[in-house]
């Protein structure tokens, strides 16, 4: 797979970050946050993200794929590392890059709320809603996005383009 063209620039990522950043410091004023990243994907959002919060914040990852080296969702999520924090009574909100038939955050809330946290609350960046199979409610959404194979800020093909600072689309080479 090789790049098409930008879908969103570094600038209007940076953007729509600072706007989710100021949504959940008003929404976690009085509450005890642990934002929780989803690795890989996540890694670059969540840095962005933790830094434009006005508010104390924990941030903790998670582990969780499903892809392997194709563009098509295996169906099957592999969930890796739990958290190191005690999420039982915090406020957890999940971070993940992009939401597409939704099995992967479906695990990962199930997960969660096995921990009985007070609150859980999900933050996607991308939401590629015609892909979904398995409903999800989501809190906070960056950009709604086509059915088209995304990359970069953090997003991988294959292990590659994660370090792009724009996202993305893939074509066949
Ligand atoms: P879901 O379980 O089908 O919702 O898939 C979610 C996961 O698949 C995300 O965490 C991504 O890692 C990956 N994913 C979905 N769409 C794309 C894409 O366009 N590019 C790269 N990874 C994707
Ligand atoms: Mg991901």
Redesign the pocket.
Known sequence: MKIDKVLYSRDEIEAKVKELADRISVDYKEKELVAVG?LK??FVFVSDLARKLSIPAMVDFIA????GDS?V?SGH?LLGKKPAVDVKGKDVLIV???????????EIIEEFLKDKPASLKICVL?D?RE???VEVALDYIGFVIPN????GYG???AERFRNLPDIVS?CEE
């Not at 993940?96 to 479906?106: H, N, P, S």
């Open positions: 989803v994907g996540a969780a794929s499903s892809y563009v969702s999520v993940e890059d992009i939401i597409d038939t939704g099995e992967t955050l479906k991308l590629k892909r979904r199979k088209v194979f995304v990359a997003i991988d093909w893939l």
